[in-house]
């Protein structure tokens, strides 16, 4: 599914903003100066990141603590081997693009 | 006729070595305290027998005070930091009041681990995976779903099982016996003896955490002796061999101490102090420009250990100037037992923790950081994530390792064969020697002392 890219102002350092878009929530984040766009959603147990601790360039779930790669997505830790779906930003000045045009968004499942 | 045990290189001692210094070393290093602990051999079975090291599981390892981390590691409230020693798993935090403290990773329901091994990360509170029961921060059971299920349940019997914790120089130890002494009993001479030193100060630059192809003890036994550098790293040359002191303390604590820089007094022909400046010159730290010339009556080791003290200072910006030569370059290694090792020293700021593979007996996991030195008046950056190596993995692969990488290679490349050999050797035990290998035969007293206990 093609979606269109999200175009916003950049962020100050070290702030957050989730922004829905596409059938995406997503949360953006400038940590250190760099910008990184995920889907805010844990893979875990499905709940919002927003509110994690970011540091190193990983931000962990408030509710368990599992910590993804703010760049890859990858998790780490054994709660979840699932990533977190990361989207390319690209800053031109003040403003961000967020590619979002190889995304899928996720079907709902219940095991 | 000598005693066993008494007997030394020819040559002077490091202390003799040290006093020659310009500058004056801390009043420990000067010290000497070598006691002759026996010369039996080791037996093989205490490294490879499955038995002994459920036993070491059993008696050792639930009853002694263990780094499980750095402060930085935790330093806002809800951050924290797993320690994992065999079957065993503790959740190291920081509370709302910004104490620290340490709990049991188990939830109290039906025993699920709350966090994964080794984890590190935030969260508002401690909340189990499978049935969502809620602990505070401060291990207090905050919420029961469906608590009309649970009126045997409450607070007071379900809160998590807290364990000791307490910190040093910036380290946080914990200890699974809730009836052991303090950590400040258990560390004996350390902080003494570390009190010329800025170790709380320091933070944690690099930090490689490798499994190796032996079994714990004999891990931290190849860092336990200098007697192995000249054939380990020198290919058997004798230019490097170092002047080292072997030290026992009372009851957790030995060292060793060996120059860098000094003259070798088992040479035949000793080299110039400017033949030294040359060998040294580029080695470890920094090196710009041209070789100093050592001036007439000076020595080598204190040329260089000012330029080393110019050029870390630079640096970090920090001002060096206070550490004395034997300081600034020697080898300087604390060992805390069972299983941490500290160089205060600042050209060669390492920290080692060893920790058995609780699966077999023949491998472990050796934690290595690098401490930096820095002003805790300025901004502090986070730790670094660990590097995990495996066995067959290269040091070199670590670039904060810098030239020591190959080094640990080196370290690390007869732990395979040992781990072998152990098993095909004729003779049942490690023969040791009295002197330069008196620290190992220290750690597996201690050991006996749990084991039999």
């Not at chain 2, 364990?163 to 130890?173: P, Q, S």
């Not at chain 2, 072997?246 to 400017?274: C, L």
């Not at chain 2, 049942?428 to 002392?449: M, S, W």
Request: charged share 25%; hydrophobic share 35%; aromatic share 12%.
């Amino acid at each position: 599914m093609v979606t269109s890219d999200l175009e916003m102002d950049a962020l100050a350092s070290d702030s957050r903003k989730v922004i829905q878009h596409e059938g995406f929530c997503i949360l953006v984040c400038n940590t250190g100066g760099v910008h990184y766009a995920i889907e805010n959603r844990c893979t875990h147990q499905d709940t919002s990141l927003d509110e994690g601790r970011i540091r190193n360039g990983f931000i962990a779930c408030p509710l368990h603590g599992v910590r993804f790669d703010l760049k890859t997505g990858q998790p780490r830790g054994d709660l979840t081997r699932i990533p977190v779906q990361t989207f390319a930003v690209k800053q031109t000045g003040d403003r961000l693009l967020v590619q979002m045009h190889k995304a899928d968004p996720h079907n709902e499942a219940t095991t | 006729m000598l005693k066993p045990g008494e007997a030394r290189a020819p040559g002077h001692t490091y202390q003799e070595a040290i006093a020659k210094d310009a500058s004056q070393p801390p009043e420990a290093f000067l010290d000497y305290s070598y006691e002759f602990l026996g010369d039996q051999d080791i037996p093989y079975t205490h490294y490879t027998s499955h038995d002994f090291a459920q036993s070491e599981m059993e008696h050792l390892w639930p009853r002694v005070w263990q780094m499980a981390c750095r402060e930085e590691h935790i330093p806002e409230p809800g951050d924290y930091q797993v320690y994992d020693i065999g079957h065993l798993s503790a959740i190291v935090t920081r509370t709302e009041s910004m104490q620290i403290k340490a709990y049991v990773n188990a939830c109290m329901h039906r025993g699920t681990a709350l966090k994964p091994p080794g984890d590190n990360g935030y969260c508002q509170n401690f909340r189990c995976p499978f049935h969502g029961w809620v602990y505070s921060l401060d291990g207090e059971l905050l919420e029961l779903p469906e608590d009309w299920d649970f009126p045997h349940v409450g607070a007071g019997t379900h809160s998590l099982r807290e364990i000791l914790v307490d910190t040093w120089a910036g380290f946080v130890f914990v200890n699974f016996d809730r009836e052991a002494e303090s950590l400040t009993e258990f560390l004996g001479v350390l902080p003494e003896h570390f009190r010329d030193f800025d170790i709380a100060d320091r933070t944690i630059e690099t930090h490689v955490c490798k499994r190796l192809p032996v079994n714990w003890k004999a891990a931290e036994e190849a860092f336990m002796e200098a007697y192995h550098v000249k054939e380990t790293h020198a290919g058997g040359r004798d230019f490097s061999e170092p002047v080292t002191t072997y030290d026992v303390y009372p009851k957790n604590v030995n060292r060793f101490i060996h120059t860098v820089g000094s003259v070798n007094p088992r040479m035949a022909v000793p080299p110039s102090e400017q033949e030294l400046m040359r060998a040294l010159w580029g080695r470890r730290g920094p090196a710009e420009g041209d070789c100093p010339i050592v001036p007439e009556g000076a020595t080598a080791r204190d040329v260089y250990a000012e330029v080393i003290k110019k050029s870390l200072g630079a640096q970090y910006d920090m001002d060096f100037s206070h550490y004395s030569t034997a300081q600034t370059l020697d080898s300087i290694e604390y060992f805390l037992f069972p299983n941490f090792f500290i160089f205060p020293g600042l050209s060669l700021p390492m920290v080692y923790r060893f920790r058995p593979d609780p699966k077999d007996p023949d491998y472990s996991f050796f934690d290595l950081y690098f401490l930096r030195p820095t002003d805790s008046a300025k901004l502090q950056s986070p730790p670094p994530e660990p590097l995990m190596l495996d066995v067959q993995d290269s040091y070199t692969l670590a670039e904060g390792l810098g030239f020591l990488g190959a080094v640990y290679d080196q370290d690390t490349d007869n732990m395979a064969a040992q781990t072998r050999g152990f098993k095909t050797c004729a003779k049942g035990g490690q023969t040791l020697g009295n002197y330069q290998e008196v620290r190992i035969r220290h750690l597996h007293q201690r050991i006996k002392e749990y084991v039999e206990n």
